[in-house]
Protein backbone atom coordinates (compact mmCIF):
# COMPACT_ATOMS: atom_id res chain seq x y z
CA UNK A 1 0.00 0.00 0.00
CA UNK A 2 1.44 3.41 -1.14
CA UNK A 3 1.80 6.11 1.65
CA UNK A 4 -0.97 8.77 2.75
CA UNK A 5 -1.33 12.35 1.33
CA UNK A 6 -3.93 15.01 0.87
CA UNK A 7 -4.58 17.69 -2.03
CA UNK A 8 -4.92 21.52 -1.53
CA UNK A 9 -6.64 22.87 -5.04
CA UNK A 10 -8.79 24.81 -7.21
CA UNK A 11 -9.42 26.17 -9.86
CA UNK A 12 -11.71 28.90 -11.50
CA UNK A 13 -13.43 28.41 -14.66
CA UNK A 14 -17.31 29.00 -15.76
CA UNK A 15 -19.03 25.30 -14.98
CA UNK A 16 -22.07 24.95 -16.82
CA UNK A 17 -24.09 22.16 -14.48
CA UNK A 18 -22.29 22.12 -11.22
CA UNK A 19 -24.63 19.62 -9.85
CA UNK A 20 -23.56 17.18 -12.58
CA UNK A 21 -19.83 17.88 -11.23
CA UNK A 22 -21.20 17.15 -8.09
CA UNK A 23 -22.46 13.82 -8.78
CA UNK A 24 -19.39 13.05 -10.88
CA UNK A 25 -16.77 14.23 -8.36
CA UNK A 26 -18.51 12.10 -5.33
CA UNK A 27 -18.41 8.87 -7.34
CA UNK A 28 -15.09 9.33 -8.28
CA UNK A 29 -13.79 9.75 -4.73
CA UNK A 30 -15.82 6.79 -3.69
CA UNK A 31 -14.25 4.55 -6.21
CA UNK A 32 -10.94 5.87 -5.15
CA UNK A 33 -11.36 5.64 -1.15
CA UNK A 34 -10.96 9.42 -0.90
CA UNK A 35 -11.98 11.72 1.90
CA UNK A 36 -12.30 15.51 2.52
CA UNK A 37 -14.07 18.05 1.14
CA UNK A 38 -15.38 19.37 -2.14
CA UNK A 39 -17.58 22.49 -2.84
CA UNK A 40 -18.74 23.42 -6.71
CA UNK A 41 -20.48 26.07 -8.33
CA UNK A 42 -20.78 27.87 -11.34
CA UNK A 43 -17.39 29.37 -10.69
CA UNK A 44 -15.64 26.62 -10.64
CA UNK A 45 -14.68 24.03 -8.13
CA UNK A 46 -12.76 23.97 -4.36
CA UNK A 47 -11.14 20.89 -2.91
CA UNK A 48 -9.74 19.23 -0.40
CA UNK A 49 -8.77 15.35 -0.23
CA UNK A 50 -6.83 12.61 0.66
CA UNK A 51 -6.06 9.28 0.82
CA UNK A 52 -3.08 6.76 -0.73
CA UNK A 53 -0.90 8.45 -2.54
CA UNK A 54 -1.74 6.40 -5.87
CA UNK A 55 -5.39 7.20 -5.37
CA UNK A 56 -4.70 10.72 -5.07
CA UNK A 57 -3.09 10.73 -8.90
CA UNK A 58 -5.31 9.01 -10.16
CA UNK A 59 -8.17 11.81 -8.91
CA UNK A 60 -5.71 14.57 -10.25
CA UNK A 61 -5.71 12.65 -13.57
CA UNK A 62 -9.44 12.15 -14.14
CA UNK A 63 -10.42 15.00 -12.67
CA UNK A 64 -8.50 16.71 -15.19
CA UNK A 65 -9.87 14.86 -18.16
CA UNK A 66 -12.86 17.89 -17.71
CA UNK A 67 -11.92 20.70 -19.82
CA UNK A 68 -12.74 23.19 -17.31
CA UNK A 69 -10.53 21.57 -14.90
CA UNK A 70 -7.66 21.03 -17.38
CA UNK A 71 -5.57 23.59 -15.71
CA UNK A 72 -5.52 22.07 -11.69
CA UNK A 73 -2.68 22.57 -9.71
CA UNK A 74 -2.65 20.97 -6.11
CA UNK A 75 -0.59 21.34 -3.29
CA UNK A 76 0.93 18.36 -1.83
CA UNK A 77 1.06 17.46 1.61
CA UNK A 78 1.42 14.17 4.12
CA UNK A 79 -1.18 12.59 5.90
CA UNK A 80 -0.81 11.39 9.43
CA UNK A 81 -1.98 7.75 8.90
CA UNK A 82 -4.97 5.34 7.33
CA UNK A 83 -7.99 4.62 9.80
CA UNK A 84 -6.81 1.22 11.38
CA UNK A 85 -10.70 -0.37 9.97
CA UNK A 86 -11.38 -1.17 6.22
CA UNK A 87 -13.19 0.93 4.40
CA UNK A 88 -17.26 -0.24 4.08
CA UNK A 89 -18.56 -1.71 0.79
CA UNK A 90 -19.55 1.41 -1.37
CA UNK A 91 -22.98 0.74 -3.97
CA UNK A 92 -21.44 0.85 -7.40
CA UNK A 93 -17.99 0.23 -6.54
CA UNK A 94 -15.85 -3.11 -6.51
CA UNK A 95 -15.54 -4.31 -2.86
CA UNK A 96 -12.45 -5.95 -3.33
CA UNK A 97 -11.04 -2.39 -3.97
CA UNK A 98 -7.69 -1.78 -1.62
CA UNK A 99 -7.55 1.74 -0.72
CA UNK A 100 -7.60 2.91 2.77
CA UNK A 101 -9.34 5.67 4.06
CA UNK A 102 -7.24 8.81 5.57
CA UNK A 103 -7.23 9.53 9.09
CA UNK A 104 -7.32 13.41 8.91
CA UNK A 105 -11.06 12.96 7.66
CA UNK A 106 -13.57 11.51 9.16
CA UNK A 107 -16.10 11.28 6.00
CA UNK A 108 -16.32 12.55 2.06
CA UNK A 109 -18.41 15.94 1.53
CA UNK A 110 -19.45 16.99 -1.65
CA UNK A 111 -21.75 19.92 -2.44
CA UNK A 112 -23.10 22.47 -5.01
CA UNK A 113 -22.76 26.06 -3.35
CA UNK A 114 -23.21 29.73 -4.58
CA UNK A 115 -20.21 30.90 -4.02
CA UNK A 116 -16.22 28.20 -3.57
CA UNK A 117 -15.70 31.02 -0.82
CA UNK A 118 -18.32 32.34 0.95
CA UNK A 119 -17.78 36.43 0.94
CA UNK A 120 -21.58 36.95 -0.08
CA UNK A 121 -20.99 38.49 -3.24
CA UNK A 122 -21.66 35.60 -6.28
CA UNK A 123 -23.24 37.80 -8.45
CA UNK A 124 -20.24 40.09 -8.36
CA UNK A 125 -17.80 37.43 -9.18
CA UNK A 126 -16.52 36.89 -12.17
CA UNK A 127 -15.11 34.27 -14.04
CA UNK A 128 -13.68 33.11 -17.39
CA UNK A 129 -11.48 30.69 -18.61
CA UNK A 130 -8.77 32.72 -17.63
CA UNK A 131 -9.41 32.79 -13.50
CA UNK A 132 -11.24 35.55 -11.82
CA UNK A 133 -11.93 38.23 -13.71
CA UNK A 134 -10.07 41.83 -11.84
CA UNK A 135 -8.08 40.25 -9.36
CA UNK A 136 -4.72 41.16 -8.07
CA UNK A 137 -1.71 40.43 -9.71
CA UNK A 138 -0.27 36.99 -8.72
CA UNK A 139 3.46 37.05 -6.92
CA UNK A 140 5.42 33.99 -6.80
CA UNK A 141 7.38 33.57 -3.12
CA UNK A 142 10.46 35.23 -4.57
CA UNK A 143 8.54 37.91 -6.14
CA UNK A 144 6.68 38.66 -2.80
CA UNK A 145 10.35 38.90 -0.88
CA UNK A 146 11.49 41.31 -4.07
CA UNK A 147 8.50 43.84 -3.46
CA UNK A 148 9.08 43.72 0.17
CA UNK A 149 13.12 44.21 -1.04
CA UNK A 150 12.32 47.13 -3.29
CA UNK A 151 9.02 49.23 -1.26
CA UNK A 152 9.80 48.30 2.14
CA UNK A 153 7.39 49.28 5.00
CA UNK A 154 4.87 50.77 2.82
CA UNK A 155 3.95 47.16 1.61
CA UNK A 156 1.26 45.91 3.47
CA UNK A 157 0.36 41.95 4.07
CA UNK A 158 -3.94 41.73 4.79
CA UNK A 159 -4.29 38.39 6.03
CA UNK A 160 -7.28 36.75 3.76
CA UNK A 161 -8.48 34.02 6.24
CA UNK A 162 -10.54 33.88 9.79
CA UNK A 163 -9.02 35.89 12.64
CA UNK A 164 -8.22 32.88 14.62
CA UNK A 165 -6.33 31.21 12.13
CA UNK A 166 -3.84 34.14 12.24
CA UNK A 167 -3.09 33.53 15.64
CA UNK A 168 -0.87 30.75 15.76
CA UNK A 169 1.14 32.14 11.80
CA UNK A 170 0.87 35.43 9.70
CA UNK A 171 3.10 36.96 7.78
CA UNK A 172 5.44 39.54 9.51
CA UNK A 173 3.65 42.75 10.21
CA UNK A 174 0.10 41.74 8.41
CA UNK A 175 -3.15 43.13 9.07
CA UNK A 176 -5.24 40.74 10.42
CA UNK A 177 -9.26 41.89 9.85
CA UNK A 178 -11.17 40.69 13.14
CA UNK A 179 -13.36 38.44 11.31
CA UNK A 180 -15.11 35.12 12.15
CA UNK A 181 -15.95 34.19 8.55
CA UNK A 182 -15.16 35.29 4.82
CA UNK A 183 -18.68 37.47 5.08
CA UNK A 184 -17.36 39.62 7.48
CA UNK A 185 -14.19 41.13 5.33
CA UNK A 186 -16.98 42.78 2.77
CA UNK A 187 -18.39 44.72 5.66
CA UNK A 188 -15.29 45.70 6.98
CA UNK A 189 -13.50 46.95 3.46
CA UNK A 190 -16.83 48.72 2.52
CA UNK A 191 -17.43 50.20 6.46
CA UNK A 192 -14.32 52.00 5.69
CA UNK A 193 -12.22 50.29 7.93
CA UNK A 194 -9.05 49.71 5.70
CA UNK A 195 -9.32 52.59 3.74
CA UNK A 196 -5.63 54.24 5.15
CA UNK A 197 -4.31 50.70 2.98
CA UNK A 198 -6.08 52.14 -0.21
CA UNK A 199 -2.97 53.86 -1.77
CA UNK A 200 -0.35 51.42 -0.53
CA UNK A 201 0.69 48.12 -2.21
CA UNK A 202 -1.59 45.38 -0.29
CA UNK A 203 -0.80 41.69 -0.89
CA UNK A 204 -3.41 39.35 0.06
CA UNK A 205 -2.42 36.04 1.44
CA UNK A 206 -4.46 32.86 2.69
CA UNK A 207 -3.87 29.33 2.96
CA UNK A 208 -3.83 27.81 -0.52
CA UNK A 209 -5.02 30.94 -2.63
CA UNK A 210 -8.17 30.88 -3.04
CA UNK A 211 -9.55 33.43 -0.72
CA UNK A 212 -7.88 35.77 -2.23
CA UNK A 213 -8.80 35.20 -5.72
CA UNK A 214 -12.14 36.48 -4.72
CA UNK A 215 -11.02 39.19 -2.15
CA UNK A 216 -8.78 40.77 -4.57
CA UNK A 217 -11.04 41.21 -6.80
CA UNK A 218 -13.52 42.89 -4.41
CA UNK A 219 -10.96 45.13 -2.95
CA UNK A 220 -9.92 46.24 -6.46
CA UNK A 221 -13.53 46.85 -6.86
CA UNK A 222 -14.33 48.75 -3.66
CA UNK A 223 -10.92 51.50 -4.04
CA UNK A 224 -7.80 49.60 -3.55
CA UNK A 225 -5.20 50.75 -6.62
CA UNK A 226 -2.02 48.56 -6.19
CA UNK A 227 -3.12 44.68 -5.47
CA UNK A 228 -1.57 41.79 -5.07
CA UNK A 229 -2.12 38.05 -4.07
CA UNK A 230 0.46 35.78 -2.38
CA UNK A 231 0.27 33.04 -6.05
CA UNK A 232 -0.21 29.40 -4.54
CA UNK A 233 -1.14 31.13 -1.23
CA UNK A 234 0.88 30.67 2.01
CA UNK A 235 1.65 27.06 1.18
CA UNK A 236 3.64 27.46 -1.82
CA UNK A 237 5.59 30.27 0.08
CA UNK A 238 6.24 28.21 3.01
CA UNK A 239 7.45 25.34 0.66
CA UNK A 240 9.59 27.84 -0.66
CA UNK A 241 11.55 29.31 2.10
CA UNK A 242 10.29 27.44 4.80
CA UNK A 243 11.36 29.05 8.31
CA UNK A 244 14.03 32.01 6.56
CA UNK A 245 10.83 34.06 4.45
CA UNK A 246 8.01 36.76 5.73
CA UNK A 247 5.98 33.86 7.31
CA UNK A 248 6.36 33.08 11.31
CA UNK A 249 4.60 30.83 12.86
CA UNK A 250 2.69 27.63 11.74
CA UNK A 251 -0.22 27.21 9.20
CA UNK A 252 -3.72 26.34 10.49
CA UNK A 253 -5.41 23.76 7.95
CA UNK A 254 -8.66 22.79 7.86
CA UNK A 255 -8.66 19.03 8.56
CA UNK A 256 -7.35 16.31 11.54
CA UNK A 257 -4.31 17.87 11.55
CA UNK A 258 -5.71 21.46 12.61
CA UNK A 259 -1.89 23.08 12.35
CA UNK A 260 1.46 22.22 10.02
CA UNK A 261 4.60 23.78 10.32
CA UNK A 262 7.16 24.24 6.81
CA UNK A 263 10.06 23.44 9.12
CA UNK A 264 11.50 21.96 12.01
CA UNK A 265 11.86 24.86 14.73
CA UNK A 266 9.06 27.12 13.46
CA UNK A 267 8.18 30.08 15.86
CA UNK A 268 5.04 29.51 18.12
CA UNK A 269 3.54 32.85 17.79
CA UNK A 270 0.15 32.10 19.28
CA UNK A 271 -0.57 31.65 23.10
CA UNK A 272 -3.26 29.53 24.98
CA UNK A 273 -6.58 31.55 25.42
CA UNK A 274 -7.19 30.03 29.18
CA UNK A 275 -3.60 30.31 30.74
CA UNK A 276 -1.45 32.39 28.51
CA UNK A 277 1.69 29.49 27.68
CA UNK A 278 2.71 29.44 24.30
CA UNK A 279 0.95 26.99 21.99
CA UNK A 280 0.40 26.39 18.08
CA UNK A 281 -2.77 24.15 18.84
CA UNK A 282 -6.08 25.21 18.20
CA UNK A 283 -9.25 24.10 20.08
CA UNK A 284 -13.06 23.88 19.50
CA UNK A 285 -14.99 25.80 21.97
CA UNK A 286 -16.37 22.91 24.52
CA UNK A 287 -19.82 23.77 24.70
CA UNK A 288 -21.54 21.97 21.74
CA UNK A 289 -23.80 24.90 20.37
CA UNK A 290 -20.51 27.25 20.02
CA UNK A 291 -18.46 27.22 17.00
CA UNK A 292 -15.85 29.30 17.84
CA UNK A 293 -11.93 28.55 17.40
CA UNK A 294 -8.92 29.69 19.97
CA UNK A 295 -5.28 28.62 20.35
CA UNK A 296 -5.40 26.26 23.70
CA UNK A 297 -2.35 24.53 24.68
CA UNK A 298 -3.05 20.48 25.56
CA UNK A 299 -4.14 20.73 28.95
CA UNK A 300 -6.78 23.26 27.82
CA UNK A 301 -8.21 21.58 24.29
CA UNK A 302 -11.94 21.34 25.17
CA UNK A 303 -12.25 24.22 27.00
CA UNK A 304 -15.26 26.09 26.97
CA UNK A 305 -14.09 29.76 25.00
CA UNK A 306 -13.90 33.12 26.85
CA UNK A 307 -17.32 33.85 26.48
CA UNK A 308 -18.66 31.34 27.63
CA UNK A 309 -16.72 30.08 30.42
CA UNK A 310 -17.73 33.85 32.07
CA UNK A 311 -21.41 32.57 32.10
Same mark, same amino acid.
Request: hydrophobic residues 35%; charged residues 30%.
Given at each position: ?? !? ?28 ? @???? $? ?22 ? $? ?6 ? #?? &? ?6 ? %?? @? ?9 ? %??? $? ?8 ? #? ?11 ? &? ?9 ? +? +???? =? ?38 ? &?????? !? ?5 ? !? ?5 ? #? ?30 ? !????? +? @? @????? =? ?9 ? =?????? +? ?13 ? %? ?39 ? $?
Amino acid at each position: MS !EPKILLYYVFAPVADPDAVRLWQRELCESL @GLRG $RIIVSRHGINGTVGGELDACKRYL $RRTREYGP #FA &ALEAKWSD %GT @GFDPELPEPLH %GVD $RRAPWRRLAD #FPRLSVKVRDELV &AFGIPDETEVS +D +DGVV =GGGVHLSPEAVNDLVAERGEDVVFFDGRNAWEAEIGRFKG &AVVPDV !ETTHGFI !EQIEGGA #FDDLKNRPVVTYCTGGIRCEILSAAMRKRGFG !EVYQV +D @G @GIVRY =GETFGNDGLWE =GSLAVF +DGREAVDFAPGAAVI %GSCAVCGIPSNRLSNCGEPSCRDRFVACDEHRGAACEAHAA $R
